[in-house]
């Protein structure tokens, strides 16, 4: 899966490296680090790692959090907005030629979401 997301990223000229964590806060921004690093699954450092390299790219930027002093909220920079939006080409590929391989695309998103589910209850028994 990495190889195919980052080539197809590198023919559209957009770096791989940080493309999850900056669709994540596109899509969820303003968003907090320990919610990036939840959904990606990630541990906190590493999440922060990233999230630090998108602010020197000025992907990210951040602000203060206005319900919690202590936190930070993260949102995409118009930089970061043209980045994220320049990988949308990339991404819709992968997923047509994803499409094409797995004939009943339907079925098979209702499968992976069930083994999530099943994941997420295994650790939540541990």
């Known amino acids: 899966m990495t190889q195919l997301v980052e080539r197809e990223l590198a023919a ?4 791989a490296d940080g493309y ?3 669709s994540l806060v596109g899509v969820r921004g303003p968003v ?7 959904d990606l699954g990630l541990p906190l450092t590493t999440a922060s790692d990233v999230v630090r390299r998108l602010e020197v790219r000025r992907y990210v930027r951040r602000r203060e959090n ?3 002093a202590r936190s930070w909220l993260f949102e995409l920079s118009p ?3 043209r980045e994220w939006k ?3 080409g990339a991404l819709q590929r992968i997923n047509a030629e ?5 004939g009943d695309a339907a079925a098979v998103r209702e499968v992976l979401i069930d083994l ?4 997420a209850a295994a650790l939540t028994d541990l």
């Open 116 to 119: 999530g589910s099943a994941f």
């Open 20 to 22: 999850a964590m900056l």
């Open 86 to 88: 320049r990988g949308w």
């Open 12 to 15: 559209d000229g957009v770096a």
């Open 98 to 102: 994803l499409e094409s391989e797995l």
């Open 66 to 68: 206005p319900d919690d």
């Open 32 to 38: 907090r680090l320990t919610e990036l690093a939840g």
């Open 79 to 81: 930089a970061g907005v």
